[in-house]
């Protein structure tokens, strides 16, 4: 595994600053290749690789582009002969290009070609002088699901990365890595389930199929979609139409990690035996009805995976809808089409996750502005200190930017879905209550002589603390709201 490089005071500053800089260079110049590396780089060394990852991913997929003659080439063309234009002009080198001339992006590729072919020691021709920089975009990205321990995905990038580079040592031994620690991890899994207790399939995928990371809030946007004084009134209001006694206020319990900031359920006045203490179920309830309107939700979306004849399983996917009837995929209350009965199930695999990923992004497109305004996810940013949550980079970097690529979004151009973001909506979403529809059919909780073990066993039937009835209170209130 590649060592994780510790940065001192002076050095996390100059990497905020080239982090800003590198980012505002990527407003400016989206479809350059080596400009998402850079930055992948950058968030690598500040200890982000779910983001490092992300972006090393989109520099591999410009680079396709070009190789599959996709609908961006002609722009990844133009970018990289900036970029060498630029440096070229720095060192006087003059390109002698007329930029007032219509075919800009004409002149800059041939002199792109030209000044590559007079680099290159052995004459190689451009499409090989792609292939060597191909080759440290997939360092990048193996460098990052290393830090992230996806030993699938390092897997098939590694064979994907081989397939152009088979005699890469570095890339053999990355394939050895992963293959020998996926297989003792899987083996220890094996043996643990055989000598207890049959471990869920849901728990098995995610501890060999998927990586880990921490969620927390990125450092530049703590103050972007966190829990407001005006949500937290709203999420009253609507608690006070469930509950005479309950209401949602800071909490003097800090949690160790987090940013001192918390929220609780607290009662209002003494509650006496045999007094109710919820009196009907809050709005994100799962009902029994909604395991068939989500059935024909996903038959609505027939996917279909292809591959492309040139590269690899993993990059040159293809996630392609066949039925036509979009428009009306995010008016759909988020509640009614996805059960929370197998929430575990549905967020462990990349197939499904898609739906959700589908539903989410839909929303917040039809919605317009910035997806965290969005009134399904605003104002429910976490305060909480650090927790594991799985990853894998199909689930969370390619689905959903091939989803955005399917609504119409430039996945490099619009920074409104740039992959902080995206991590933060997909954290957002999977904080919604797990139980399933049974464990809720009865909404009525008196508190009788035995109130302690009642109020637990309520709080096992709702499988979430008092933060986590705040956290659903808020998103029920503000999406209604804005329905």
Known sequence: ?????????????????????????????????EHWRTRSEILLDLGFPELAAADAYKAIALINHVFDGGALRSKV???????????????????????????????????LKYERKLACVFGCTLGEWLLLKQRSRYAQLLFALDHLRSFRDIKGISAEALENYPDESGFITYQRYATESYETNRKNIDDLSADSYRIPEQVVWRATEMGKILIRTYPWATNINARTEQSINAANEALA????????????????????????????????????VLENRPALAAKASQLEQHEKLLDSLVWKREMEPEGSARTAKILRRRTTTLPNVGRISHASTLPHKER?????????????????LAICKQGGGHPLQSPLVANLASHEANAEDPWSLEARVIVPLEILEMLGVDIFSN?????????????????????????????????????????????????????????????????KTHQ
């Open 241 to 276: 139409k469930c509950s005479k006694v309950l209401r949602i206020k800071r909490s003097t319990l800090i949690v160790p990690g987090s940013d001192d900031i918390s929220y609780g359920l607290f009662a209002t006045k003494d509650i006496h035996a045999d007094e109710v």
């Open 77 to 111: 063309w133009f970018g990289m002969g900036m970029l060498m234009w630029i440096r070229d002009m720095a060192e006087g080198i003059s390109w002698n290009v007329d930029f007032s001339e219509a075919d800009l992006a004409t002149q800059m590729v041939g002199w």
């Open 415 to 479: 920074q409104e879905y740039d992959a902080w973001v995206l991590e933060t909506l997909w954290y957002v979403c999977q904080s919604l209550p797990n139980t399933s529809a049974d464990e809720r059919s009865t909404h009525v909780y008196p508190i009788g002589k035995n109130s302690e073990s009642t109020l637990q066993a309520m709080k096992k039937k709702w499988n979430m603390d008092a933060g986590l009835m705040a956290h659903m209170q808020c998103l029920t209130i503000v999406a």
């Open 344 to 360: 575990n199930v549905i967020q462990g695999g990349p197939e499904i996750s898609g739906v959700i990923w589908l539903r989410l």
């Open 1 to 33: 595994m590649q060592p994780f490089r510790s940065l001192n005071a002076k050095q996390v500053e100059s990497h905020r600053e080239k982090l800003r800089v590198s980012t505002q260079t990527l407003k400016n110049f989206p479809h350059t290749p």
